[in-house]
């Protein structure tokens, strides 16, 4: 059967998400309890799994009354694992779970945390990216190079351009600002910014989009792009090194 996914707001602008599948249903990321309980108990579901991206405490603040509450099986980033509420299990890349439908892999997208994990549902078509790649967007590099993020930002691209990318933060609308600052004579980044300012007025979340939309207008995908290089002065530059300057100015914007 097809994977279920419920947006769950969070706190002031994160995001959880609650997903159904063959393998029963599992929880990503735990900002705080309240919301999440109410979203499951609503729909009579229950929780086996909760799986965290990363350590910072707006994922993770809600782990251990979701623990007690439904006894779910904690799993998290292993090279995180210091820092992170108790885990039952700690994943890397290659440590595949589920099947069909359900089938998760973990995949290691350093740079805002060193251990930061995307989960990427490849059969289902659907990638929790947290505060790895963010709509329009991508998260600080706290931990990590900005070789490292560009690395990871470049893997999570690769994937199929149907990909439903479902990340951490409803952060699109200043994403959109700072991105008609480096490339303004996009159309599609136009049309994308228009399209969330009526979906924010009608309370709409922006932060779920098909990988197809970020790699048209989110300039942190698009570091090779003739106008985006012309506009920072950068022609002759790597691509790294244009992301590092993009995400040099987006700090400071």
């Given at each position: 059967?097809?994977?279920?996914?419920?947006?769950?707001?969070?706190?002031?602008?994160?995001?959880?998400?609650?997903?159904?599948?063959?393998?029963?249903?599992?929880?990503?990321?735990?900002?705080?309890?309240?919301?999440?309980?109410?979203?499951?108990?609503?729909?009579?579901?229950?929780?086996?799994?909760?799986?965290?991206?990363?350590?910072?405490h707006?994922?993770?603040?809600?782990v251990?009354?979701?623990?007690?509450?439904?006894?779910?099986?904690?799993?998290?980033?292993?090279?995180?694992?210091?820092?992170?509420?108790?885990?039952?299990?700690?994943?890397?890349?290659?440590?595949?779970?589920?099947?069909?439908?359900?089938?998760?892999?973990?995949?290691?997208?350093?740079?805002?945390?060193?251990?930061?994990?995307?989960?990427?549902?490849?059969?289902?078509?659907?990638?929790?990216?947290?505060d790895?790649?963010?709509?329009?967007?991508?998260?600080?590099?706290?931990?990590?190079?900005?070789?490292?993020?560009?690395?990871?930002?470049q893997?999570?691209?690769?994937?199929?351009?149907?990909?439903?990318?479902?990340?951490?933060?409803?952060?699109?609308?200043?994403?959109?600002?700072?991105a008609?600052?480096?490339?303004?004579?996009?159309?599609?980044?136009?049309?994308?910014?228009?399209?969330?300012?009526?979906?924010?007025?009608?309370?709409?979340?922006?932060?779920?989009?098909?990988?197809?939309?970020?790699?048209?207008?989110?300039?942190?995908?698009?570091?090779?792009?003739?106008?985006?290089?012309?506009?920072?002065?950068?022609?002759?530059?790597?691509?790294?090194?244009?992301?590092?300057?993009?995400?040099?100015?987006?700090?400071?914007?």
């Amino acid at each position: 059967m097809p994977l279920e996914i419920l947006t769950v707001p969070c706190l002031s602008d994160n995001y959880a998400y609650v997903v159904k599948g063959p393998d029963g249903v599992c929880l990503i990321d735990a900002p705080e309890a309240g919301p999440i309980i109410d979203a499951v108990e609503a729909r009579g579901w229950q929780p086996g799994v909760l799986m965290i991206t990363h350590h910072h405490h707006d994922h993770v603040g809600g782990v251990e009354e979701l623990r007690a509450k439904y006894g779910l099986k904690v799993m998290g980033p292993k090279a995180e694992e210091a820092k992170l509420p108790p885990l039952d299990m700690g994943l890397a890349e290659g440590m595949n779970g589920g099947e069909g439908e359900g089938y998760t892999e973990p995949l290691e997208v350093p740079g805002h945390t060193l251990g930061h994990l995307a989960f990427h549902f490849a059969n289902a078509g659907a990638l929790f990216t947290a505060d790895s790649l963010m709509a329009l967007g991508c998260g600080r590099v706290f931990e990590g190079t900005m070789k490292q993020m560009h690395a990871s930002l470049q893997k999570l691209a690769a994937l199929p351009p149907e990909t439903m990318v479902y990340s951490g933060h409803e952060y699109t609308t200043g994403n959109g600002r700072f991105a008609l600052t480096i490339d303004p004579d996009n159309p599609a980044l136009q049309k994308r910014i228009k399209k969330v300012a009526e979906a924010r007025e009608a309370g709409q979340p922006t932060a779920q989009v098909a990988l197809a939309e970020e790699l048209a207008t989110n300039p942190f995908l698009r570091c090779g792009d003739p106008g985006i290089r012309a506009t920072l002065g950068m022609e002759s530059a790597s691509d790294a090194e244009v992301f590092a300057e993009i995400r040099r100015r987006k700090d400071a914007f």
